[in-house]
């Protein structure tokens, strides 16, 4: 069940403020870091790149990389911040990303992921090591290449694999477009589950319609969601009901709760980070998609000139401009 519910690892967007945001309305989803390269983490400021609060277990570090003792130094870390999981992106299909050899290109090298993936294990064998994979890269449509993939990585004691249900089409395509051109393929990771069933398989792309996830959680261990979650984040309440069966009681029950605790983290981070309160309101954007005035709510949290302000009084002045627009938006 860890990986019942995810919340899928975006760049810019899943940094630790917006995980503190998801797990304030979702105790029981897993969440994701933004990929950090064994470079960055390696030569750069750790504690920037790692630091969490503990309120977000349980929380996966993604790594990006392809150089085995390299891997294996960034897990040996991982562990000692106390992260619950170490995944390996190989589903990434930027040019940057290409050019170091890691992301979506290694697909195609699925006994040098398997050799990555012994590598962390080795150094962190009390830790699940993961991989975030595609269905194939550029024109590929065999299922062969897929259930190869998996196999062989598998061989390394890999056991759980987190699948965006499309290919990575790296000749020249965008990130963005990656993440919306190559048609979705669902019921090539249902067959994966059915060809590797005492593995776990996380089925990534295109969820947030309800009705569809709970049809897709029939045939697959659980779902990642991305781009719904980050717009809509609210309905990580009604996904997490669907996912678990239940609902879990949580001290949070109303979007006003949600703003409210935003609103004392917020004064914790600048006390003892000096972080602008505007760094961390850009994720919460959509916490009030649908409510009557929720366009005049998001102008107030996003006002650069209010900057100087008390959080508390930010949230006052957007929960008075809400009253003032009777528009859902
Ligand atoms: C802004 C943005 C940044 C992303 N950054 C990463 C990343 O760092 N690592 C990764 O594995 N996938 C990344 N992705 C891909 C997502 O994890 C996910 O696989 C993709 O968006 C498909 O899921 P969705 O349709 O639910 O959004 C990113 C996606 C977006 C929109």
Same mark, same amino acid.
């Given at each position: 069940?860890?990986?019942?519910?995810?919340?899928?690892?975006?760049?810019?967007?899943?940094?630790?403020?917006?995980?503190?945001?998801?797990?304030?309305?979702?105790?029981?989803?897993?969440?994701?870091?933004?990929?950090?390269?064994?470079? $960055?983490?390696?030569?750069?400021?750790?504690?920037?790149?790692?630091?969490?609060?503990?309120?977000?277990?349980?929380?996966?570090?993604?790594?990006?990389?392809?150089?085995?003792?390299?891997?294996?130094?960034?897990?040996?870390?991982?562990?000692?911040?106390?992260?619950? @999981?170490?995944?390996?992106?190989?589903?990434?299909?930027?040019?940057?990303?290409?050019?170091?050899?890691?992301?979506?290109?290694?697909?195609?090298?699925?006994?040098?992921?398997?050799?990555?993936?012994?590598?962390?294990?080795?150094?962190?064998?009390?830790?699940?090591?993961?991989?975030?994979?595609?269905?194939?890269?550029?024109?590929?449509?065999?299922? /062969?290449?897929?259930?190869?993939?998996?196999?062989?990585?598998? @061989?390394?004691?890999?056991?759980?694999?987190?699948?965006?249900?499309?290919?990575?089409?790296?000749?020249?395509?965008?990130?963005?477009?990656?993440?919306?051109?190559?048609?979705?393929?669902?019921?090539?990771? $249902?067959?994966?589950?059915?060809?590797?069933?005492?593995?776990?398989?996380?089925?990534?792309?295109?969820?947030?319609?309800? /009705?569809?996830?709970?049809?897709?959680?029939?045939?697959?261990?659980?779902?990642?969601?991305?781009?719904?979650?980050?717009?809509?984040?609210?309905?990580?309440?009604?996904?997490?009901?669907?996912?678990?069966?239940?609902? @879990?009681?949580?001290?949070?029950?109303?979007?006003?709760?949600?703003?409210?605790?935003?609103?004392?983290?917020?004064?914790?981070?600048?006390?003892?980070?000096?972080?602008?309160?505007?760094?961390?309101?850009?994720?919460?954007?959509?916490?009030?998609?649908? @409510?009557?005035?929720?366009?005049?709510?998001?102008?107030?949290?996003?006002?650069?000139?209010?900057?100087?302000?008390?959080?508390?009084?930010?949230?006052?002045?957007?929960?008075?401009?809400?009253?003032?627009?009777?528009?859902?938006?």
């Amino acid at each position: 069940m860890a990986w019942r519910l995810c919340v899928a690892p975006m760049m810019d967007w899943t940094d630790r403020h917006c995980r503190y945001f998801h797990r304030l309305i979702a105790p029981r989803t897993r969440l994701y870091t933004e990929m950090i390269t064994t470079g $960055a983490l390696l030569h750069g400021d750790m504690a920037r790149h790692l630091d969490f609060d503990a309120a977000e277990h349980p929380l996966a570090l993604q790594l990006g990389g392809s150089e085995p003792s390299e891997l294996a130094r960034c897990a040996a870390l991982a562990q000692r911040w106390g992260y619950d @999981e170490i995944n390996l992106n190989c589903g990434c299909p930027s040019p940057r990303v290409q050019r170091g050899a890691f992301g979506a290109c290694l697909m195609a090298e699925p006994a040098l992921v398997r050799g990555c993936v012994a590598a962390m294990r080795d150094a962190v064998p009390s830790l699940p090591v993961t991989v975030k994979h595609r269905i194939g890269i550029d024109r590929v449509e065999d299922y /062969g290449f897929v259930s190869d993939f998996v196999g062989t990585v598998g @061989e390394a004691g890999c056991s759980v694999f987190i699948v965006h249900a499309r290919n990575a089409w790296l000749d020249g395509l965008s990130p963005k477009r990656n993440r919306e051109v190559p048609p979705l393929r669902p019921d090539t990771v $249902a067959r994966l589950k059915r060809d590797f069933p005492d593995r776990t398989f996380v089925l990534n792309g295109g969820l947030g319609d309800s /009705g569809q996830l709970e049809r897709e959680l029939q045939r697959v261990d659980g779902a990642m969601l991305g781009r719904a979650a980050y717009h809509d984040p609210w309905r990580l309440r009604e996904w997490e009901a669907l996912a678990f069966g239940t609902p @879990e009681p949580t001290g949070v029950v109303t979007r006003d709760d949600v703003e409210a605790a935003m609103v004392r983290y917020m004064e914790r981070q600048a006390g003892t980070l000096g972080t602008p309160w505007l760094a961390v309101a850009r994720h919460m954007m959509g916490l009030r998609l649908g @409510e009557a005035g929720a366009r005049r709510w998001r102008q107030v949290w996003s006002d650069h000139r209010l900057r100087g302000l008390a959080p508390v009084e930010v949230m006052q002045r957007a929960r008075a401009a809400m009253v003032g627009d009777p528009q859902p938006a």
